[in-house]
C-alpha cells in the first residue's frame, strides 16, 4: 500500500503539469485569435497550477531536472504572455507588474525571455507616463538598439515636452502671485490733506462698501491639459509599439 501511495504521489507533480500546459495552449490560441481578456484567463489558470505545486515544499522537491525546467520556464512564459495581453487591454499597471514578476522568477535570463520583457516593461512605463523608467527598460542591455531606438526617441520628446510644462507652469503660477503682491503693496495710501467727506451711520447703512478683489489665479498652462490628452497619445503608443514595433504576441517579440 506504501508503495501505491508514493507512486500516485510521485506522479501528482506531472499530473498538475500537464494541466498547466492545457492552460498554457488555450492561452496561446486566444493569444493568436486577439481574444486578450481569455489570454490573460486561461495564463493565471495555468499559475493557478503552478502555484498549487509551489505551495507545497515535498511537490516542488520531488520535481525531476526534466519536470523543474518545465515549471520554471512555464512560469516565465505565461507572466511574458499575459503581458502580452494586459498591454492590449490597456492594463499598463498589471503589465508592468507581470513584466516584473517574470524578470523575477528568471533574474538570470536562463529561459530567454529578458528582452521580450524588458521591452514590454517599457511600453507600459510608457503608458503610465513613467519616462524614466520606461528609457531604463528599453535601454537594457538584453534589448536589441534597433528595435526600440524609434520608441526611446518618443519617449525622450515627450519627457522633455513634460518637463518644460511643468516649468512653464510652475514660472506662470510664481508670476501671478508676485504681481497680486505687487498690487497690494503699490496701492497709494489716502491723503491726509484730502480726507473724504464725513458720512453719517445711515449713508453707511445704506452703501456698505465693495469687497476687496481678489488677485485673479494663473492661467493654465499645457501641463494641465497633459493627463487627458497625453493619456489617449500613450495608449495609442502602446498598441502601435505592441504590434508596429514588433512587441505583439503574433510578432516577433511574441513568445
Known amino acids: 500500500p506504501s508503495s501505491e501511495v508514493e507512486a500516485r504521489y510521485s506522479l501528482f507533480p506531472e499530473e498538475l503539469l500537464v494541466e498547466m500546459e492545457d492552460a498554457m495552449e488555450l492561452g496561446k490560441k486566444a493569444l493568436q485569435e486577439k481574444d486578450f481578456a481569455t489570454a490573460v484567463g486561461r495564463y493565471s489558470e495555468a499559475g493557478g497550477h503552478m502555484h498549487r505545486i509551489k505551495v507545497d515544499p515535498a511537490k516542488e522537491e520531488s ?33 508592468k507588474d507581470a513584466a516584473d514578476q517574470a524578470l523575477g522568477v528568471d533574474p538570470d535570463n536562463k529561459y530567454g525571455f529578458a528582452p521580450k520583457l524588458y521591452y514590454r516593461k517599457g511600453l507600459a512605463c510608457e503608458a503610465l507616463g513613467e519616462w524614466e523608467e520606461a528609457i531604463e527598460s528599453l535601454s537594457h542591455p ?109 510578432g516577433g517579440w511574441g513568445s
Not at 525531476?64 to 499597471?93: C, F, H, M, W
Open 63 to 95: 520535481l525531476t531536472p526534466e519536470q523543474t525546467t518545465r515549471y520554471e520556464r512555464g512560469q516565465v512564459l505565461s507572466l511574458a504572455n499575459i503581458t502580452v495581453a494586459l498591454l492590449k487591454l490597456d492594463r499598463a499597471a498589471q503589465a
Open 142 to 250: 538584453s534589448v536589441p538598439k534597433d528595435a526600440v531606438a524609434p520608441i526611446l526617441k518618443r519617449i525622450r520628446a515627450r519627457s522633455l515636452k513634460t518637463k518644460k510644462s511643468a516649468r512653464n507652469f510652475w514660472k506662470s503660477a510664481l508670476t501671478g502671485s508676485q504681481g497680486a503682491l505687487s498690487d497690494r503693496d503699490t496701492t497709494p495710501a489716502a491723503s491726509p490733506t484730502s480726507a473724504a467727506p464725513a458720512t453719517t451711520p445711515k449713508a453707511l447703512a445704506a452703501s456698505p462698501a465693495p469687497p476687496a478683489k481678489a488677485p485673479e489665479p494663473a492661467t493654465p498652462t499645457e501641463t494641465e491639459k497633459t493627463g487627458v490628452e497625453g493619456t489617449k497619445e500613450r495608449a495609442e503608443g502602446t498598441e502601435k509599439g505592441g504590434e508596429g514595433e514588433g512587441g505583439g504576441g503574433e
